[in-house]
């Protein structure tokens, strides 16, 4: 199987401050992200900005953790690189770029490396399923948060 992972993008009706405080706020994700199911922070930097956490993700055939280091660059970047976990390798990144007054393009990417055994069970019709999820919907997902009344 090949690293599992892609790019979605969305414009969205809300300024890029609304974006990026959705975005950074790592520990409020599991209530809008599909398939994150929690989000354990276990270090802050000076800010109160969340710097690793153990991430539990519904893979469908498990639940699959990770430990994960983030890096701010407010407020066009968000990226992340597992440190230790299920999966062989993990990073992925929210980019947000202004496009006038009140609109932002959100782009996300994830690059995930599943590892022989695990990837022997996410085959097919999961696999697509699981992209689905983890990839494709979520910028329609932070468009839902920011633009929400």
Same mark, same amino acid.
């Given at each position: 199987?090949?690293? $599992? ?10 300024? +890029? ?34 710097? $690793? ?14 430990? &994960? ?51 022997? $069970? +996410?085959?097919?019709? &999961?696999?697509?399923? $699981? ?14 948060? &920011?633009?929400?009344?």
């Amino acid at each position: 199987m090949a690293n $599992l992972g892609g790019t979605a993008s969305m414009e969205i009706e809300a300024p +890029i401050e609304a974006c990026w405080a959705a975005v950074e706020d790592l520990g409020a994700a599991p209530e809008w992200q599909a398939g994150l199911n929690a989000m354990d922070v276990r270090e802050r930097d000076a800010e109160g900005r969340v710097l $690793l956490a153990e991430s539990t993700s519904d893979a469908k055939v498990r639940q699959i953790k990770s430990l &994960v280091r983030f890096t701010h660059e407010a407020p066009h970047r968000l990226s992340w690189r597992q440190e230790k976990g299920d999966l062989r390798s993990l990073e992925g990144a929210w980019e947000l770029e202004a496009l006038g007054p009140g609109r932002t393009r959100a782009t996300y990417r994830l690059d995930g490396d599943p590892g022989r055994v695990l990837g022997m $069970l +996410i085959r097919g019709p &999961v696999e697509d399923r $699981l992209r689905e999820i983890l990839v494709g919907g979520r910028p329609a997902e932070l468009k839902r948060r &920011v633009e929400a009344p």
